[in-house]
Every structure is written in structure tokens, then in C-alpha cells.
């Protein structure tokens, strides 16, 4: 569940099944960087030299991940 914010932050909570560090290492795998909130809520952000290609390549990540 992605959660709305109006800045270059995204949080979103993974499901209750899905172990966080686990999630977050898959990430890091991909070079991926995000933190965790606390609990299921994960943190990504944004910045300058972000395009849209790394986003793309961030979604196909995010949407391939089995855990």
C-alpha cells in the first residue's frame, strides 16, 4: 500500500508476511537504496540525478520481488 505525500519521499507498508530486512536486501542486491520506518513501512527517496529510467528499473524490481 503505497501511502500519499506530496514530496520526493515515498513510503509505502509491505505486507505483514514479508520480512524487512529480507526486502531491503533484495533492494541493496540491485543497488537500490531504502530504509525502513519502523514496523512494515518502507522509505524511499528521490533526488536530482534520479531519471526515468532508474525509476522503471526501480518498479521492475519492486514488482519482480518473490519473498
Keep these: 500500500k503505497v501511502l500519499p505525500i506530496d514530496t520526493n519521499i515515498v513510503l509505502f ?32 527517496v528521490t533526488h536530482l540525478d534520479i531519471n526515468t529510467e532508474m525509476i522503471k528499473r526501480t518498479i521492475n524490481v519492486l514488482q519482480a520481488i518473490r519473498l
Design 13 to 44: 507498508s509491505l505486507k505483514k508476511e514479508y520480512e524487512v530486512d529480507k526486502f531491503l536486501s533484495h533492494l541493496e542486491d540491485y543497488q537500490i537504496k531504502a530504509v525502513s520506518m519502523g514496523g512494515q513501512t518502507i522509505r524511499f
